[in-house]
C-alpha cells in the first residue's frame, strides 16, 4: 500500500504465513492512524482532550520518530536524524503528514529487504540498548502495539476535532 485513502484500510490477511500475518497487522494500523489524522489542518492537529497535552500533530511526530528509530536506525543500522520535537520542526500540517508518510516508506523498505534476507528473525544491527538484541519479529510486534495504543489515543482527539468517529 502505498498511499493512505480515507477508509481504505488494508484487511489482515486470515490465513497467512506469520511475517505476512505481522506486516498485514501493521499495515491496518498505520492506515488506521491515517484515517484519524487525514483532512486536518493546524488547527485539528493542534486539538487536545481535557487537561492533556497529546494531540494529533504530536502524535503524527511521534510515531515519525518511532518508525525511524525502531525501523531505520535501530534495526538496519542506518542514520536517520530524529527531531527532538517533530511536530514543531516539521514546517505546517503538510509536511508533517509527508514526514510520517516518508518514515513509513523508509521502513517499508527496511523490512521488505530484511523478509527478502535473513527473516523475521533478523537481529538488530544497532539496538538501544546494545545488550538487548531484538529480532525483526519483536519490532513488528512493538509496532502494532503501538500503533494500537495510539490508534485509541486518536479516536478521542478525531472525535472532538470534528465529532469523527469510527473504529
Not at 22 to 48: I, M, N, P, Y
Request: with cysteine; charged share 25%; net charge negative.
Amino acid at each position: 500500500m502505498s498511499g493512505f485513502v480515507l477508509g481504505d484500510r488494508p484487511d489482515p490477511p486470515i490465513a497467512a504465513p506469520e511475517a505476512e500475518t505481522l506486516v498485514g497487522f501493521l499495515e491496518f494500523q498505520r492506515a488506521t492512524f491515517a484515517w484519524k489524522c487525514a483532512g486536518l489542518r493546524a488547527d485539528g492537529l493542534a486539538t487536545r482532550v481535557g487537561v492533556s497535552t497529546m494531540t494529533l500533530g504530536g502524535l503524527l511526530g511521534h510515531l515519525t520518530a518511532v518508525e525511524d528509530s525502531w525501523f531505520t536506525d535501530d534495526f538496519a543500522g542506518r542514520p536517520v536524524v530524529i527531531a527532538d520535537d517533530p511536530w514543531a520542526a516539521s514546517g505546517g500540517p503538510d509536511a508533517l503528514h509527508a514526514g510520517w508518510r516518508a518514515a513509513v516508506e523508509r521502513s517499508r523498505a527496511v523490512v521488505a529487504e530484511a523478509l527478502a534476507g535473513e527473516g523475521l528473525g533478523a537481529v538488530a544491527r544497532d539496538p538501544k540498548p546494545a545488550d538487548r538484541p531484538v529480532t525483526l519479529r519483536w519490532i513488528l510486534v512493538h509496532m502494532i502495539e503501538e500503533y494500537a495504543r495510539h490508534n485509541g489515543h486518536a479516536d478521542l482527539l478525531r472525535e472532538v476535532v470534528d465529532g469523527a468517529t469510527g473504529e
